[in-house]
């Protein structure tokens, strides 16, 4: 038999990821890498290849060693990757491989990884099930990535299978049966504690190390001024952290600011939005840029809610028309709390948190808005209602131009906005943002793990935006949800009700709601001036649906293609029967898929809703977060029609020192980038990372459709530059060098 002739195979493997805060990187040195070549192949298969070299562990590094091999391998298709303990440690690190890339005949393959594997004990044999949280090996697809029915070659199709039964052994949804009988809620992953998350969906260190340092600086702040609170009590000499003017809590907030040493230019954002926060514009303008700038709805009718009130509505409100002219105008709008509904009155943390008891008033808040002539969006009648204690509804109307700011005609509208302020943000930060963002979203990211294998193109054009997700939840259902002592709780209104507030929202969520164009056409809100949250929202939906326009086409020639792909027909099928199993109807979700154009539809909105849409309702909270602008909790029942309002009164309803605090720093922590986040655009000026290198659609092709979706995004981010000059406020929260690629906040 004559010699087989050796032909020469480089290869580079990439591991640890990029830190930028980190000086120094630490080495792998725990044991040997193995990699094989075509494994499972009777004719191409190589021997397997043991690489010695120290690996670069917590920061980007790369190995690059070369084999001679027998000529008769040929071109790598799939890659088996192994490490193989040197140690008598009983724990050693596993290592984070981010790609390998082989170089034979002039040609380039890359194998795309992005996991965790761990170093397994020679004398025991070669693993085959998960342990320590990481598959026992790595069996990668070169290049494109591939659907499941174009293989042709049986050992490419049991490696795929194997790769999708060991992903599907560490991912698990939630028991049912634990589920059953309890309030509304989304499947998600069946892990409780962070720790025992499978390796590759928990933060890599430098992330968790971030978090943590965010979050304890705030809960050591809060800690101290509990045990004080406590302390000063029993010795009777605690006073309440009071407020006797708003000036006051503009002092404390940045007392705090500094104290906690939170960045200056968020602080400079929030002090501006300070001045003007009082205004009937800028009421009106944060619910078009606002944090929960996506719930305005034009309004069709004023029978029904609007009836007995409307005729409260002063002819100077609407610029000497009446209501009837403006309804069909189109120049009425809304924005309502019905999510509150059956939401009792909170505050049982309050004197763990602040030292008294207090009942924390939930208010069923509703608001009428007028597009004025000149284009402004302006607040004309409130509807406030405090159903848990059976009072009957009070309507609140502007008072005249020019009215004095200590006039109770003033003072009283001022207090209806502030009552409306806080039922918003409360209903917008359990269901915009958690319930919405998160909640809805892990369901995806559990799906897409168990269904689609490293191989599928969709896995590896979704990761960047998935892998955020899960990690993020346990931690938040730990942090926020726990109905004793959740952090919603210390700090929220309705904090003692989440899961009800869950319901509500969860009976009316569907689908649908994912589709912002769909949206903004169904509220009405299309044609609308100085709208810059849809504008901008519009602008990248249609530039991320280009884009998955393109990596579709790439990965299905047809619709049949979709038809045949027995994989993303499970990813469907277990987002109805899983995620959204007891929603009725799977929540409109499609159970299956057979045309291109449902497939690019789904894709865009699981891709838009983990990065723009989180965006919007995460990154710009600090701003607005002034406790008299948005309040977490109100001490007093809202006001009987007939009340005289007074600057006490207002005080006296307003959230103390202690929970004003509260709202600030979990609005901050929650603002706040990761040193090491991705975003669409990076900016070397800014130390931001870009979607290139943390992508997993590596082909020339794939990354060809990403750069051309980042030149859009560049021309976006221009327009989006210019049309900030000279504003007051600037709104660049959804700029694409602004939003991460993931949710992991």
Not at 161 to 170: G, I
Not at 269 to 275: L, S, V
Not at 287 to 310: D, F, N, Y
Request: charge should be negative.
């Amino acid at each position: 038999m004559p010699a087989q002739e050796e032909v020469p195979y480089a290869f580079i493997i990439q591991t640890g990821s990029n830190y930028p805060q980190l000086q120094k990187s630490k080495k792998w040195c725990d044991g040997t890498m193995i990699i094989t070549i075509n494994p499972g192949s009777d004719s191409t298969e190589s021997q397997p290849i043991r690489v010695t070299e120290s690996f670069d562990f917590d920061t980007e590094g790369s190995v690059r060693i070369q084999h001679w091999l027998p000529d008769t391998i040929g071109v790598p298709k799939l890659l088996k990757v192994d490490l193989e303990s040197n140690k008598l440690e009983l724990i050693k690190d596993a290592l984070f491989v981010r790609e390998i890339t082989i170089i034979f005949n002039y040609q380039v393959y890359r194998f795309p990884i992005k996991n965790f594997v761990y170093p397994h004990n020679p004398m025991r044999g070669n693993p085959t099930v998960a342990k320590m949280g990481c598959p026992p090996h790595f069996l990668i697809r070169e290049g494109t990535g591939t659907l499941k029915h174009h293989e042709t070659e049986e050992f490419i199709i049991k490696a795929r299978e194997e790769d999708l039964e060991t992903t599907q052994s560490m991912v698990k949804w939630v028991d049912p049966a634990k589920e059953e009988g309890t309030l509304l809620y989304p499947g998600y992953l069946g892990v409780k504690d962070y720790d025992k998350l499978p390796r590759f969906l928990q933060f890599r260190e430098a992330r968790l190390e971030v978090y943590l340092a965010l979050k304890l600086g705030g809960k050591s702040e809060v800690q101290k001024n509990a045990l004080q609170n406590v302390l000063q009590k029993i010795i009777f000499s605690y006073e309440e952290e009071r407020f006797d003017s708003f000036d006051h809590y503009r002092d404390h907030m940045m007392i705090k600011a500094e104290e906690m040493g939170w960045d200056k230019t968020q602080i400079y954002e929030a002090q501006k939005a300070i001045k003007i926060w009082h205004k009937d514009e800028e009421f009106g303008r944060q619910m078009l840029c606002g944090p929960h700038a996506i719930k305005l709805r034009k309004v069709e009718s004023l029978e029904g809610r609007w009836k007995e009130g409307v005729e409260r509505i002063t002819d100077y409100s609407l610029e000497g028309k009446s209501p009837q002219q403006v309804l069909e105008d189109g120049h009425l709008f809304e924005v309502t709390t019905d999510g509150l509904i059956g939401v009792k009155h909170g505050g049982k943390q309050s004197l763990k948190v602040t030292g008294t008891k207090q009942t924390w008033y939930v208010t069923l808040a509703d608001c009428l808005l007028y597009q004025t002539t000149d284009g402004r969006m302006i607040p004309v009648l409130i509807r406030l209602e405090n159903r848990n204690d059976g009072k009957p509804q009070t309507w609140w109307t502007p008072p005249k131009p020019g009215t004095d700011k200590e006039d109770p005609e003033y003072l009283k509208w001022l207090l209806a906005k502030i009552y409306f302020r806080s039922s918003d943000l409360n209903r917008y930060s359990l269901c915009a943002h958690f319930a919405r963002a998160h909640g809805v979203g892990e369901s995806f990211g559990v799906a897409a793990y168990r269904n689609l294998p490293n191989a599928h193109p969709i896995l590896r054009l979704l990761q960047p935006h998935i892998q955020g997700i899960v990690p993020v939840n346990v931690q938040a259902r730990v942090i926020f949800m726990n109905p004793e002592e959740g952090g919603f709780s210390m700090f929220l209104g309705v904090g003692d009700e989440t899961r009800k507030v869950f319901d509500n929202y969860y009976k009316q969520f569907c689908y649908e709601e994912l589709l912002f164009p769909k949206g903004v056409e169904d509220r009405g809100v299309k044609d609308i001036p100085e709208y810059l949250h849809r504008d901008d929202m519009m602008a990248n939906w249609k530039i991320i649906e280009s884009y998955v326009i393109e990596m579709v086409g790439l990965a299905y020639l047809s619709d049949e293609d979709v038809q045949k792909d027995e994989e993303i027909q499970n990813f469907c099928k277990e987002i109805v029967e899983n995620g959204f199993r007891r929603f009725e109807n799977g929540a409109g979700f499609p159970k299956s898929l057979s045309t291109k154009e449902k497939l690019i539809e789904l894709l865009t909105a699981i891709i838009f809703n983990f990065s723009f849409y989180h965006a919007s309702v995460n990154f710009q909270t600090f701003t607005y977060s002034f406790a008299p602008n948005f309040p977490t909790c109100m001490r007093m029942a809202p006001p009987n029609q007939d009340e005289v309002i007074t600057m006490d009164r207002i005080l006296d309803t307003l959230p103390v020192g202690e929970i004003a605090f509260l709202g600030y720093n979990v609005a901050y922590n929650l603002g706040v980038y990761s040193p090491i986040e991705r975003f669409f655009l990076g900016d070397a000026a800014e130390d931001k990372l870009g979607i290139i290198g943390e992508n997993m659609a590596v082909a020339p092709e794939q990354e060809a459709c990403i750069r051309r979706m980042a030149e859009r995004m560049r021309e976006l981010k221009v327009k989006i530059d210019a049309r900030n000059v000279g504003r007051y406020l600037k709104y660049d929260l959804l700029s694409p060098d602004n939003v991460p690629l993931t949710t992991q906040t």
